[in-house]
């Protein structure tokens, strides 16, 4: 952890509303140099929806996401604002996501997979895919080296070639987190990185993304269900419910907050 942390993401009353239904009510958050923040919550209680608002899948009804990435010449912004930004342009901003259902190409090998997402760091336009100089070809193998490099750091180096729809699902899981860091995102976005995974393959998950917050200096976001991974990996923790925060605070703080326990924790130690 950065001794004097800044913001790196800020929202600010934010709300969505999908016709008369309001899916989002005035939500404030922030995640700070250095951290992994957990957003958790009842199922239907709006995490994905907040997730889909800033990374420009959805554009918030009211409110202002603000991102600020890294620092040019030890100098901060003032932020940029994201609201309404289309999703291309927040990921090469430096916000990069993972989802709840695996997007990965099925038909694509693993290697393939880490590639498309490094392309947006890339520089040649179509004059120079189509006359392939000597730049555009080094470009070209700075992805491969890089894309592989990936994969190495979450343990998949050896899959490289496999079609990504043959890997178990916690190596497809653990591709899509490769494919968001070869974006060299500054904070990455975690959507329920641990569903359908086994105590074992919840436990790895959790080493690694220790390790690549270390490794890479990058702040996570992530919306979890597992509490035993939430609370031993989290710095700070938003619990929402019907489209609000009704608690943040550090893992300690919220697991002994009433409303916490009533909305969320007593109903998953009934399950």
């Given at each position: 952890?950065?001794?004097?942390?800044?913001a790196?993401?800020t929202?600010?009353?934010?709300?969505?509303?999908?016709?008369?239904?309001?899916?989002?009510?005035?939500?404030?958050?922030?995640?700070?140099?250095?951290?992994?923040?957990?957003?958790?919550?009842?199922?239907?209680?709006?995490?994905?929806?907040?997730?889909?608002?800033?990374?420009?899948?959805?554009t918030?009804?009211?409110?202002?996401?603000?991102?600020?990435?890294?620092?040019?010449?030890?100098?901060?912004?003032?932020?940029?604002?994201?609201?309404?930004?289309?999703?291309?342009?927040?990921?090469?901003?430096?916000?990069?996501?993972?989802?709840?259902?695996i997007?990965?190409?099925?038909?694509?090998?693993?290697?393939?997979?880490?590639?498309?997402?490094?392309?947006?760091?890339?520089?040649?336009?179509?004059?120079?895919?189509?006359?392939?100089?000597?730049?555009?070809?080094?470009?070209?193998?700075?992805?491969?080296?890089?894309?592989?490099?990936?994969?190495?750091?979450?343990?998949?180096?050896?899959?490289?070639?496999?079609?990504?729809?043959?890997?178990?699902?916690?190596?497809?899981?653990?591709?899509?987190?490769?494919r968001?860091?070869?974006?060299?995102?500054?904070?990455?976005?975690?959507?329920?990185?641990?569903?359908?995974?086994?105590?074992?393959?919840?436990?790895?998950?959790?080493?690694?993304?220790?390790?690549?917050?270390?490794?890479?200096?990058?702040?996570?976001?992530?919306?979890?269900?597992?509490?035993?991974?939430?609370?031993?990996?989290?710095?700070?923790?938003?619990?929402?419910?019907?489209?609000?925060?009704?608690?943040?605070?550090?893992?300690?703080?919220?697991?002994?907050?009433?409303?916490?326990?009533?909305?969320?924790l007593?109903?998953?130690s009934?399950?």
């Open positions: 952890m950065e001794q004097t942390q800044r790196v993401l929202v600010r009353n934010m709300s969505m509303n999908f016709g008369g239904l309001r899916a989002l009510s005035e939500v404030d958050l922030e995640v700070r140099t250095g951290e992994v923040v957990a957003l958790i919550g009842p199922n239907g209680a709006g995490k994905t929806t907040f997730f889909n608002c800033i990374t420009g899948i959805y918030p009804t009211e409110g202002e996401v603000l991102a600020f990435p890294q620092p040019v010449e030890g100098k901060v912004g003032k932020g940029v604002r994201i609201n309404g930004m289309r999703t291309n342009l927040v990921c090469e901003l430096g916000m990069a996501r993972t989802f709840q259902n997007r990965l190409f099925p038909s694509m090998t693993a290697l393939e997979n880490v590639m498309i997402g490094r392309h947006c760091r890339t520089r040649a336009g179509v004059l120079g895919a189509v006359l392939r100089g000597a730049k555009t070809r080094r470009e070209e193998q700075e992805v491969v080296d890089v894309s592989y490099q990936m994969l190495k750091k979450v343990g998949l180096e050896s899959v490289a070639g496999e079609y990504s729809r043959n890997l178990p699902y916690g190596a497809q899981r653990r591709l899509e987190i490769a968001a860091l070869a974006t060299d995102p500054f904070l990455l976005l975690l959507d329920e990185p641990a569903a359908g995974m086994n105590p074992q393959e919840t436990l790895e998950l959790k080493e690694m993304v220790i390790r690549i917050r270390e490794e890479f200096q990058v702040c996570v976001l992530l919306i979890e269900h597992d509490m035993k991974m939430v609370m031993s990996l989290s710095d700070r923790i938003y619990v929402m419910e019907y489209g609000r925060v009704i608690s943040t605070g550090t893992p300690a703080q919220v697991s002994a907050d009433p409303q916490v326990i009533r909305a969320y007593g109903e998953e009934d399950a």
